[in-house]
């Protein structure tokens, strides 16, 4: 009995042991894992059910709680949405469509979060059920949008379009004989910019904090052609260090006498301007003006001065007069005072007729002008017409330029047939602020081509022409061109026949020494050209277009306007001030020297970089006064 005792003992301890055992291994963690397993593991929680998975559909708890929480998500990112996008309520505006679906979305996809679709499987099903509404909506959202886009389509309304601009038969003799050769402008945008920044490079108190607009505006100020731009902030961190007064200063650039005015907001307004395209938030222009005018269509602001200089915005206001979206025209503008953001609406009918309202100058910008032309070019006949038969189709040429005429500013193409013919068969001009278009029915040479026949009658200098402007020289139809250098710098005119480009005349400023000297010799061999031709009299002379020649000495800017001064002329002096710039990629630099400066580029003289403030100089004077500055093409120390 006790051998039985003791074998029964040692078993109940072995017993024992083994469930300790088994219990602390159950204790200890297992380092033997897959990290496959745990990663589907993971995955399974966010694991969007399949609907082979579902067994029944379940109805969310609190459901009304569920919609209120995804509807206040909704507007919030909605509101974000709003804000960033500034859609017009307005049924013409696709940009609402976009929204109402985007808005859709934003509440179906929080209410699926929030119901925890993602996760569970019966759920999803219940979101997916409720789903049907929205989608409906949204499909209702793309026919309408489908249905009125097709309504408006050329191929129905094409009587509709061709009658957006009523068009007129203009007397080129009558009409371009108050456009004369020394008001005509003599520098494009791109050579306006190139002044403003180097005026601006000239301000100390600007140049580190704000650039120059890559756009203008060129209106009719006090019956001169200019261009006005407005500053920037030269960056996000200048905008923070800066925003809080604005910008304090715009430029007006003299088309003619290439003359650069800054105008200081503060010392004639005694504010500067808030509101603006480079603002960021709520002074943001066109959120400023959305705003304020929710339901508008509105176009690019542009920026315009009164005839007392002062800042405004004139925002042109569309209407979609076929179908739904088609038949874009101007029904109104919205002028905001650019220093105090106050706006106020006009109708088109009162910007045409109002007196106090002829100071503005842009309201149809130039591309909507010339696409109503080339509907009506194309569609008066009917729609199968302009794709068949093509009769009496024309469209307007490639490029356009401005043309200052009776107070107002007005676009000026060539109208040529379907076919993009070598040639035009007559050209158009249109007001920008009243819409009214003239047609002339004078053919000639195509624009581009008489820019190719100015640039050959010079190709040894490799000069490039600016897109024309007509002028009415002896009756005939004119082509007038600048020349311009590499250096983005006016080098000299030339006047092409509209009707026979092969009579030319040209002046350079290096040869004649003088920018108004040039242009006085191209008038003078433009008149030999057509005597020679015999489309003129023997006996014509160029008196009567010969430019006079003064020099202005008094200037609105902070630097004072040099005399002018002759090719190969030099001028030694002691440097005063340096100052630098870039231009297209060039870098300039500018000397003053006697309280003139004088500019070179890094290109054309690498000694430039080695003159400091003190430094005797002599400079090579390289033309005429550009502006505010004169150009140098030599500069020795000592």
Known sequence: ????????????????????????????????????????????????????EVDVIVKPPKIGLKLLISALLTLVAGSVAYYMMLPALNIHDTNMYTFLILIIALFMVFFAIICKANKKIERREYVKKKSLIPAIIVGVIVVVMAIGWLFGTTFFRA???????????????????????????????????TLADQQLGLLSEYKSQYVVSNTTTMINYNNTPVRVAYLEYADVFKWFNNT?????????????????????????FGAC????????????????????????IIDTPNFEISDDGY????????????????????????ITDAITGESTYHDIESVKTDADLEWIDVVYSANLLLEQYNYYGKLKNGFWNSIIFQNDVNLTSQGNGYIALDDDVWVY?????????????????????????????NGGAQEYSAQQSAEDAVQNYKYYATFPILLNIEGKPTYFMSLYGDSNTVKGYALVNLEDKTIVGTGLVDTMKSDTKALNAAVENYIQALKDKGMVESDTT??????????????????????????????????????????????????????????????????VLLVNKGDTVTITIGGEADGSFVPASDVVRG
């Open 1 to 52: 009995c006790y051998h039985y005792f003791i074998a029964n003992l040692f078993v109940i301890n072995l017993l024992i042991i083994q469930n300790r055992r088994i219990k602390m291994s159950e204790q200890m963690p297992n380092f033997d894992y897959d990290a496959d397993e745990v990663i589907n593991d993971f995955k399974a929680k966010f694991k969007w059910p399949k609907n082979d």
């Open 159 to 193: 009587s509709a379009y061709s009658e957006l601009m009523p068009v007129s038969d203009g007397d080129f003799v009558e009409d371009f004989d108050e456009i004369s050769v020394d008001t005509v402008p003599r520098i494009d945008e791109s050579r306006a910019l």
């Open 244 to 268: 809080k007064e604005g910008l304090p200063a715009y430029m007006i650039i003299d088309l003619v006498s290439q003359k650069v005015t800054v105008v200081n907001c503060i010392d004639e």
């Open 273 to 296: 301007i808030k509101y603006s395209p480079t603002e960021l938030f709520n002074e943001k222009l066109v959120r400023h003006i959305r705003f304020q005018y929710p339901t508008e």
């Open 311 to 334: 800042p405004y915005w004139i925002t042109p206001v569309l209407d979609k007069t076929i179908g739904l979206f088609g038949g874009t025209d101007v029904k109104g503008v919205i």
């Open 413 to 441: 193409t060539g109208v040529t047939s379907s076919e993009a013919d070598a040639s035009n068969f007559g050209f158009i001009l249109c007001n920008q602020r009243t819409k009214e278009t003239r047609y002339y029915q």
């Open 542 to 607: 160029a008196d009567d277009y010969l430019v006079e020649d003064v020099t202005d000495d008094t200037a609105d800017t902070d630097t004072q306007t040099p005399p002018a001064q002759s090719d190969g002329n030099t001028v030694t002096g002691t440097v005063t001030d340096i100052k630098s710039a870039v231009n297209n990629g060039n870098t300039y630099y500018y000397l003053a020297v006697d309280g003139t400066y004088y500019y070179i580029s890094v290109s054309d003289c690498m000694d």
